[in-house]
């Protein structure tokens, strides 16, 4: 038993938030006498793994331990990148997880130099993205591309599609 003299509920709070895990804690003693403790976890959105760092991002692409009991079904970002890229990674996974088509469709980006690589979950071509800039114009277009072409030439005809040049899609055919 501890008698609340000795008690620091700043302390305990603190001590809370230091947890990798947690994003924000609020803790308080109601009006029975017990101590109750508010906590609000991160949210993991996206995993990384390079060369260097094998890792979850949360919203604010601040870094998150793997969890040893748990893994997140989550967009997987591979390749040669670092944490410099950290920002830009979760601003584009943000965008894609805003569209229900791009969050199920999508499963790995892949950084190889210049050119980053989107993976898709159905068919068996590579989306080639050139880098992040103008995100939402490429997927515009990937998205109009995927209702008016594929459903004409079929989901496996293209080994690759080119989203590097503006207004243009480049495909090449399997």
């Known amino acids: ?23 924000d804690a ?3 003693i109601n009006q029975k006498g017990d101590i109750d403790i508010f906590i609000e976890q991160k949210k993991a959105i996206v995993r990384v ?12 692409a601040k870094r998150m331990e793997l969890s040893a009991n748990y893994t997140a079904s989550l967009l997987v970002v591979t390749g040669n990148f670092t944490s ?13 997880n805003k569209s229900d088509l791009w969050k199920s469709q ?11 690589i989107l993976i898709p979950r159905v068919g ?10 103008n995100a939402i114009e490429k997927l515009d277009n990937l998205y109009q591309f995927y209702n008016v072409a594929l459903p004409v030439k079929g989901w496996q005809t293209y080994s690759d599609i080119d989203l590097k040049y503006k207004n243009q899609i ?3 055919k399997k």
């Open 1 to 23: 038993s501890i008698l609340f003299n000795d008690f620091k509920i700043e302390d305990l709070e603190e001590m809370v938030q230091l947890h990798p895990g947690i994003k």
């Open 106 to 116: 999508l499963t790995q980006i892949h950084y190889d130099d210049n050119d980053v």
């Open 84 to 96: 410099n890229n950290y920002k830009e990674i979760v601003k584009f996974v943000n965008e894609i």
């Open 49 to 60: 793994k390079s060369n260097s760092d094998d890792c979850y991002l949360d919203e604010f």
């Open 170 to 172: 480049v495909c090449t």
């Open 26 to 28: 609020e803790v308080y």
């Open 124 to 133: 068996e071509h590579k989306i080639h993205f050139g880098n992040l800039d």
